[in-house]
Nanobody
Framework: QVQLVESGGGLVQAGGSLRLSCAAS????????MGWFRQVPGKEREFVAA????????YTADSVKGRFTVSRDNAKNTVYLQMSSLKPEDTAVYYC?????????????????????WGPGTQVTVYS
């Protein structure tokens, strides 16, 4: 089992940048495909980006493509979400997640059901 903790959230002006980190403990992250999701109150948790176990393949939601980049450093057991050109509509709680043992690929990684482990989330607030 793996435990995940996000960090790096905060308050940022529109147009600014933030980098979120997701640190793992319990098992090595290199065993898992990883994803980032976000959620605002009253709405479903929304897929943001995913990265395969090696970092060689990524999949990004259209809503953030060109602005957000997912990466990982397996030596540090950490996954990152670099967010740039932030907009007020990016305001949400951001969650990282580790995929189930059989992994996921491409569009499959956008489904919440593809993930077995979730962090508690970190708040990102973008003001105009």
């Amino acid at each position: 089992q793996v435990q995940l903790v996000e960090s790096g959230g905060g308050l940022v002006q529109a147009g600014g940048s933030l980098r979120l980190s997701c640190a793992a403990s319990g098992r090595t992250l290199s065993s898992y495909d990883m994803g980032w999701f976000r959620q605002v109150p009253g709405k479903e948790r929304e897929f943001v980006a995913a990265i395969n176990w090696s970092g060689g393949s990524t999949y990004t939601a259209d809503s953030v493509k060109g602005r957000f980049t997912v990466s990982r450093d397996n030596a540090k057991n950490t996954v990152y979400l670099q967010m740039s050109s932030l907009k007020p509509e990016d305001t949400a709680v951001y969650y990282c997640a580790a995929a189930r043992d059989y992994g996921c690929s491409g569009y499959e990684c956008s489904a919440r059901s593809a993930y077995a482990y979730w962090g508690p989330g970190t708040q990102v607030t973008v003001y105009s």
